[in-house]
């Protein structure tokens, strides 16, 4: 039995999407789906069970050993959320008590972390797992400090030779974009985003630099088709005695321009740009410039390509925005 926590969400969606075609199971989805079109991300596979948070502790007694593996994608995702204990309660202890149940189960456990916890990319992007490197990491908002947090305590437990799960993987997703993600309002991928726009004859509006080492639009990021990061997760998988905390991104940062442009192409349009200014509420705590550090997961043996921006983002727009089923 796999389990896969966050499973209706986007990345949670795609995975369960990979795990079926691979034919591995019984797949397990722990989320909530609520009001809306969530439920749609899950509605073409053929699951085993769908439980809430708030049921897995009694799904884990009664059927904890039939569990191989963990993948632990859920989690309140937004950078904007305001509530640091609901941050906390849902990213940290949730995560920290799923890593103590695996540990004693002798169950695999691959977890989220995330980019965020690089926060202004000061310090650089480089996976460094050591108490050490970790401590020098300064996040901007509590989505960002609840995966540090988690990743420090994970770091501690390692060091002080406490219990563990067989494996145990943590991986720093960096931009992702793809399909299932539309359920996700303001948080969506900026691909999902400008793409209604666009399409509605409208250009598609960037945020302008308020930096005079950026142009307008010239701000980087490091964007990962998701699945690519189906990928990886398949190849932990496959590979259980890969352990560690790993940058999930492509290695290479592209720019928003670059974006807008490879959207324009996909749609078959002449590319239209405006810029906005940038938000007060995010000045200060706008990521100029994110690029994933990879060769920590190269060197532990992942050698496949990552997907191009341009041929990312076809896919997007033509395999499903453009589609009148635009989901995996």
Known sequence: MIIVTGGAGFIGSNLVAGLEQRGLGPLVVVDRLRQGDKWRNIAKRNLHDLVT?????????????AVKVIFHMGA????????????????????????????????????ASSAATYGDGAQGFDDESSAAALARLRPLNPYGWSKHLLDRRVRAALDQGAPRPPQHVGLKFFNVYGPNEY???????????????????????????????YADGGQVRDFVWVGDTVDVMLWLYDNPGVNGLFNLGTGKARSWNDLA????????????????????????????????????LRAAGYDRPFTELEEGIRRYVQDHMGTADPYV
């Open 261 to 296: 442009h490879a959207l324009f192409a996909a749609a078959g349009l002449p590319p239209r740009i405006d810029y906005i200014p940038m938000p007060n509420h995010l000045k200060g705590k706008y990521q100029y410039y994110t690029q994933a550090d990879m060769a920590r």
């Open 183 to 213: 359920h996700k309002g303001g948080m969506r991928s900026v691909p999902a985003k400008l793409y209604p726009q666009i399409m509605g004859g409208e250009p598609a509006r960037l945020f302008a630099s308020d930096r005079a080492d």
């Open 76 to 111: 309140i995702s937004a950078t904007t959320e305001t509530d640091a204990d609901l941050v906390v309660e849902n990213n940290f202890r949730l995560t920290l008590d799923l890593w103590s149940w695996c540990a004693v189960a002798g169950v695999r456990l691959i977890y």
């Open 53 to 65: 948070p708030e049921q897995l502790p009694e799904f884990l007694d009664r059927h904890g050993d």
